[in-house]
């Protein structure tokens, strides 16, 4: 089902992008899988996973997942994405609590979440690296509140491998 999930994770990241290549996977750490593809002539690199454990009183959602993306052509590095599966309350924000390490300031769009600035993305990914497990809260747009539980487990050899790749 994660291998499923990915594959479409990474068939909506080749299909934004102009003159995409196929991603190529990286490998796959504990639960974390890493990719490269070439948009255009730039590299761009992403992790992704799924969450072990998704809660919520709803009767459909779609794919969930935390991505974390590299963009060396555009100088960005360390970009956390969450997608919900569903559209988040317009105006809601997204908590992410990682150890005793909370983040309040997650804004929405759409199914997506992101950190407000590179900064705070930054310090999302360190307290990734140091986690064991990272707990993502949001409020859909029928007002219902989900909890999506992500293992940690990995995160550090995947993301060695998308930095390897786009230095």
Avoid at 3 to 23: E, F, V
Avoid at 86 to 99: F, L, P, Q, R
Avoid at 137 to 157: P, Q, V, W
Wanted: proline letters at 2%; hydrophobic letters at 30%.
């Amino acid at each position: 089902m994660k291998k499923y999930l990915i594959l479409c994770l990474t068939a909506l990241i080749a299909s934004q992008a102009q003159a995409a290549s196929l991603p190529t996977e990286l490998g796959t750490y504990g639960d974390w899988t890493a990719y490269s593809y070439k948009e255009g002539k730039n590299l761009v690199c992403y992790m992704a996973s799924t969450p072990k454990k998704d809660e919520g009183n709803y009767k459909k959602r779609g794919d969930i997942y935390a991505v974390v993306t590299h963009r060396p052509a555009d100088k960005t590095y360390n970009v956390v994405n969450f997608v919900a599966g569903y559209d988040y309350k317009k105006g809601s924000e997204v908590v992410v609590k990682i150890g005793t390490t909370t983040f309040h300031n997650l804004f929405t769009n759409g199914d997506n979440a992101w950190a407000p600035d590179a900064s705070t993305d930054k310090k999302l990914v360190d307290e990734m690296k140091r986690g064991q497990r990272m707990i993502v809260e949001g409020t859909s747009s029928r007002g219902t509140k989900t909890k999506d539980t992500y293992s940690l487990a990995g995160f550090t050899g995947a993301y060695r491998a998308i930095s390897a790749k786009c230095k």
